[in-house]
């Protein structure tokens, strides 16, 4: 069986509206990643995870097609990116999940592939809470699920870019996409940094955001050198069995009731 929407039949979807209550939407980007994988590196990654994800609490989840675009502006030095406006993002994904809503579904989860997308998505949760308050909308990124574990297995100082870990990830989930005769060394010591970029990295708490064209010369922050399926599979189950647990009870939980006014909740006149 499949859980993709889109491979699905109006009549089959009918049917799995009871038992699917619950729809993840890919988001991705179409953004360099170094020289050794494709543009569509954060698409497929998302795209496969979310599959993987519906399958392992299947039939609880079906899978919305993948945004294929994203937020990308950081990255339109290195020529293929295509990018859109956080304002237009937001409203196409607005509008993905307000179609579902129309079809009956009130659990929503957005698996992104791409950081870039982020501030978007916390806007879009944002607009969510307020025009559509009977939708239960959750969103996460793949490797934020295993910071830990990539910390233990990450061979560079700078990474985080078609590095060892997101390599790794694309060998295990869509091995079609790299091209394991380029996998090189990018930009992964503090050293390699201009003084601009250094600085822009030089406080966790300050954000200083540079196009990647003025961060590292080949788009890439890591060593891809060290990737592997096995790390790969590694990082993707064991983010697999975090959200296993959290997208089970999501698929079951309530959009929360209208907000009560002041007045109302202390039951006062005014
Ligand atoms: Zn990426």
Redesign the pocket.
């Known amino acids: 069986m499949t859980n993709r929407l889109d491979h699905l039949t109006w009549n089959d979807i009918d049917q799995r509206r009871e038992m699917s209550p619950l729809v993840i939407i890919p988001v991705g980007?179409c953004e360099q990643?170094g020289p050794a994988l494709a543009l569509c590196?954060?698409t497929e990654?998302a795209r496969a995870f979310a599959e993987l994800l519906a399958e392992r609490i299947e039939p609880l989840a079906l899978v919305a097609p993948t945004v294929p675009v994203g937020v990308s502006e950081h990255h339109m030095g290195f020529p293929g990116t295509l990018t859109v406006n956080p304002v237009t993002f937001v409203q196409f994904v607005f509008e993905i999940v307000e179609s579902l809503a129309r079809h009956g579904w009130r659990r929503m989860f957005v698996l992104n592939?791409?950081g870039g997308n982020d501030a978007a998505l916390g806007v879009l949760s944002t607009r969510i809470m307020r025009e559509l308050p009977d939708i239960c909308f959750a969103w996460s990124g793949i490797s934020p699920l295993v910071t830990d574990v990539s910390a233990d297995h990450s061979t560079s100082v700078l990474r985080g870019?078609?590095c060892e870990l997101?390599t790794s990830q694309a060998m295990y989930l869509a091995p079609e996409i790299v091209r394991s005769d380029r996998l090189q060394a990018g930009t992964s010591e503090r050293s390699q940094l201009t003084s601009q970029a250094a600085l822009s990295r030089s406080r966790r708490a300050i954000h200083y955001p540079l196009p990647y064209d003025r961060v590292t010369p080949t788009g890439a922050l890591g060593d891809a050198r060290s990737a592997n399926a096995e790390l790969g599979k590694l990082l993707i189950e064991t983010a697999a069995d975090r959200l296993v647990p959290f997208l089970v009870e999501f698929a079951s939980s309530e959009p929360a009731p209208p907000a009560a006014s002041i007045s109302t909740r202390a039951g006062t006149t005014s």
Do not use: A
């Open positions: 980007s990643h590196t954060d990654r592939g791409h870019h078609s997101e």
